[in-house]
């Protein structure tokens, strides 16, 4: 359920996209520094939301520092990192690892299981120590494994516990406005359930997979995503930010939906490729 949460850069000035690069070359650099460089595979743009709010509700800053790394060996960049970015970095490992298992449990394969075993001893280290967020994350993901195992229809039983999960990492400060990062958070985790569920609706039909959404034709279901999406930005708009509003504003109003359709023009491309060799496969047997 990775690869929703981004920005539209086309509707952000130069500045804001070196200040939002920034944060995420931080939360790598934490991830290298804390779990090693292998585990920067994990890396997503996800993560930096929840940096940019914890920072902008607490009026922390940055720590600068200028940085050359693998994807861009030639040129310096800005690296920006807190005790925030640190924190994402963690959180990158851990629902990595669970990201890992779930592939495993719903294709196999030596990839997701060569990939659980990179990632298992340090997520089991993280489940030390983050153990109420961890227990947190295990129900939850086990309440969706048991609605998808019963074939629930009604949609928001999975999504709701999406959203409980990630509500609790939006949750994980003892901040004076936690309620309303909590709100926000679970209100967040539907829609990216909902998003996920729709993308991948084609794909589940196809190998017989749990889909909430099945019953629901393609208007309903952005019918769906676009009240949820509204709820969210309520919650959203209940948070005191006091910095990089621009760009979190930017996130939620049309970074969101921009990862929607890549992730919908990925999805599609790999349906066609998939199509295409089942196609050259049929014609070789005959």
């Not at 807190?82 to 495993?104: G, Q």
């Not at 227990?135 to 969706?144: F, S, Y």
């Not at 930010?241 to 621009?246: G, M, V």
Request: glycine residues 6%; contains cysteine.
């Amino acid at each position: 359920m990775f690869g929703f949460v981004v920005t539209n850069p086309d509707k952000l000035t130069e500045e804001q996209n070196a200040r939002y690069r920034g944060v995420y070359c931080g939360v790598c650099r934490a991830m290298g520094d804390r779990q090693g460089k292998a585990h920067r595979m994990a890396l997503t743009y996800d993560l930096v939301l929840p940096v940019l709010l914890f920072s902008s509700v607490t009026r922390t800053g940055y720590e600068e520092s200028e940085i050359r790394c693998g994807a861009h060996p030639f040129k310096k960049h800005t690296a920006l990192r807190n005790e925030y970015t640190d924190f994402a970095a963690d959180m990158n490992i851990l629902l990595a690892f669970y990201k890992f298992l779930d592939d495993l449990k719903d294709d196999g394969g030596a990839v997701p299981a060569a990939e659980a075993a990179v990632f298992w001893d340090e997520a089991q280290a993280l489940k030390e120590k983050y153990p109420a967020l961890s227990e947190t994350i295990d129900r939850c993901l086990a309440g969706i494994a048991a609605a998808e195992k019963r074939d629930e229809r009604e949609a928001d039983v999975p999504a709701s516990l999406f959203g409980e999960l990630l509500g609790s990492i939006f949750a994980y400060y003892d901040l004076p406005c936690r309620q309303a990062l909590y709100d926000f958070g679970c209100s967040l985790g539907k829609v990216i359930y909902f998003m996920d569920a729709a993308v991948d609706i084609k794909a589940d039909l196809k190998k017989g997979r749990y889909n909430p959404l099945i019953t629901k034709n393609e208007a309903e279901r952005r019918a769906l995503l676009e009240l949820q999406l509204g709820d969210c930005m309520m919650k959203y708009n209940a948070l005191p930010l006091t910095q990089d509003k621009e760009i979190t504003d930017n996130i939620l109003l049309s970074g969101i939906w921009t990862g929607y359709e890549m992730r919908n023009r990925k999805t599609s491309r790999r349906q066609d490729a998939e199509a295409v060799e089942a196609k050259d496969v049929a014609e070789n047997e005959n």
